[in-house]
């Protein structure tokens, strides 16, 4: 099936006090639907990429949810069409 998931876990707000737990959460989400859905794309945001060492292959870049980015309005429309 093609299907896309698209995972939001904002930490930071411009006016509003900042949470902790919303990127941490939604990365859990995120991970789960890599792993046991069928889905073509599983898609952060705010997204940040990580290095993870990997000795046989190297340095392999990996997307994870941010947080501590910030998401413009514009961005999370865009990313919803």
């Known amino acids: 099936m ?4 698209l995972i939001v876990g904002i ?3 411009q006016f509003l006090k900042s949470l902790n737990a919303p990127a ?7 991970q789960s639907l890599e792993h046991n859905g069928d ?7 705010p997204e ?10 190297g340095d392999r870049k990996i997307a994870v949810v941010s947080d501590s980015k910030t998401v413009s ?9």
Do not use: C, M, P, W
Request: charged share 30%; proline share 0%; aromatic share 4%.
């Open 2 to 5: 093609s299907r896309d998931a």
């Open 11 to 13: 930490n930071r707000y």
């Open 24 to 30: 941490t959460h939604g990365e859990a989400i995120a």
């Open 73 to 81: 309005l514009q961005k999370l429309e865009k990313s919803l069409e």
């Open 48 to 57: 940040a990429i990580q290095t993870e060492a990997i000795q046989t292959e």
């Open 39 to 45: 889905f073509r794309k599983v898609i952060r945001l």
